[in-house]
């Protein structure tokens, strides 16, 4: 099992930057996927980009891509999502999930476990 604790988000202007981190607790971190997620007020949570186990490769939604960046430090237990040029619409709470298994990295229900998220909120 993973426990999962979000930090890092605040209120930032539109055009800033902002880094979330994710810390693992538990056993195999570095096998999991670990993916990105938010969820705007009155909308379903929205996948955000995920990285795979070895950190080698990192997928992305056609919003963020450009502007975030996914990385992982096993060694540490940690994810981070590197957030710059913010919009107005990146507003949300932000999750971290893990996904063991090779299953498919955008979907929100092949991910087994979930912090409870950081809310960011970008003002104009």
């Known amino acids: 099992q993973l426990q999962l604790v979000e930090s890092g988000g605040g209120l930032v202007q539109a055009g800033d930057s902002l880094r979330l981190t994710c810390a693992a607790s538990?056993?195999?971190?570095?096998?999991?996927?670990m993916g990105w997620f938010r969820q705007a007020p009155g909308k379903e949570r929205e996948f955000v980009g995920s990285v795979t186990w070895s950190g080698g490769n990192t997928y992305y939604a056609d919003s963020v891509k450009g502007r975030f960046t996914i990385s992982r430090d096993n060694a540490k237990n940690t994810v981070y999502l590197q957030m710059n040029r913010l919009r107005l619409e990146d507003t949300a709470v932000y999750y971290c999930a893990a996904q063991y298994g090779i299953r498919q990295y955008d979907s929100l229900y092949d991910y087994d476990y979930w912090g409870q998220g950081t809310q960011v909120t970008v003002s104009s």
């Open positions: 538990g056993s195999a971190f570095s096998t999991y996927t």
